[in-house]
């Protein structure tokens, strides 16, 4: 199976990586950066590749968009006539419900476009930091919609599979958003918010134990990239900053009010949900 | 030199660890639990140990109190009578005015106390989950006062030197308390108001990266000690927590408005602030 990775940064160098050696794929890479599509070649991520779409997207059996969020549909629409007739487009977005919706209508009939979201994204951008190793029981998510043929879904499973990736769940566009508001941008909204509220009247780093350091991994992101997937998914995010600070608030409270019971409920709530979560 | 480590839990245990096998130093511990002296003893932490503090205190030249904050001041009380004459007390504890006023109200003239904070918790409790390995390179806290000979804090700077902590860093109690609340108690507030956020509303495993898992690594705490922690330390904490509220409610308001301009200096501002702390 031929695969196109289009965007060979941290995502789609990983996803390259997680390809590797398999013998089921024969993978190409497109980039607008010559230096990166050199870089793929060099590490013997890719077989070939090009900065120009016309090269390679009309040999590709499947087609995985590596791109921000905001430029998927854009891409699809400016390559429409290019894509092989009967293959199928794969994302990576962490937002899905704009996805879709853009994407549906530039998407020729004869395409099919099946969503997904691996979760093992990385602090750092480019390909330097890409990893094979960081997808290996990571989980991964496919947003399924009324369009896609099963053929490809059970093709994007298997691709998910063979990248090394652990649980595959199936859930809805909307369910999607939900969830990542939840798990994925809530955290990177209070990793920033926490480091942005040390007052620098001391050292910071000379006080700081694994908890901190641990918090605040992910709060140097990529701007681009989050400003989108905050936009992209605005509703859901407010609900969950909103429900996160009502925590925060109530917590608060009790260790205002020295109530050692309420604060106790609180460590036992928290320590149940987290030993469910390992 | 003849050490007690009095509270042979995952604190205690680690730092008889940290200084096993090195012959400046013989340990001896004082544990409530007979099954955790025979553990410490088997796996060659302490070369012998006691339930009763009467058997190893008057041996002791530094007795390190590996206890939950609320304890130190009353078990110093409790057994002033056996400290060796000339020698020094250290203590572990993660609050540090409250704890130096309750001392300083019930310690024996002839000995000093040397009040230290070792960065290196765990999230789990007990002697089993005691490691050397997790002390090194850590951050070490020293909070002098007044009263302390500097040959005692010589002391207490190589004891945690040889144990394998990295920076070693001297401040007032005052200074201690509020660096603390921010590094390590307002982490510890979010990862519980994070995981205490979730709706529930669907099985959030599915849906995690590395991300909500690191930053809920620490939701599961011991509930006894940071109980007293939190209420040990009420005021700087309440300060933090309203500073930290204030960063997420300027976040969820650039969000709400898709002020990317805003956004994007919450990012940068955040993402320099990450990068000095490597």
Redesign the interface.
Known sequence: MNVAIVGLGVVGGSLALGLKGNPDYTVYGIDIDAGTLKSAMDMGMICGGSRESQEILPLADVTVLCLYPDVVSRYVEQNAALFKPGSFIMDVTGVKERTVAQVKKVLPPEIDFVFAHP???RENRGIAFASGEVLKG??F?LTPVPSNKPENLDLARKLAKDCGFG?I?E?TPH??D???A???Q??????????????E??D??????????????????N?DL??QL??GN?EN??E?????????????EY??D?N?KG??Q??????R?????K
Chains 1, 2 share one sequence.
């Open positions: 979760m093992a994204g990571a989980n998510l649980r769940t859930v369910e999607h939900r969830n990542i939840f798990t994925s809530l955290s990177h909204v209070i990793a920033i918010s926490l480091i942005n509220s040390d007052t009247e001391y910071t780093s000379s006080f700081v134990g694994d908890s901190y350091r641990g918090i605040t991994r992910i709060a140097s992101i701007q989050w400003t905050f936009f605005k995010l407010l969950v900053i909103d429900n996160f600070q009502k925590q925060v608030a109530l917590m608060r260790i205002a020295e050692e604060l106790r609180l460590f036992i709530k928290a320590a949900r987290r030993e469910k979560l």
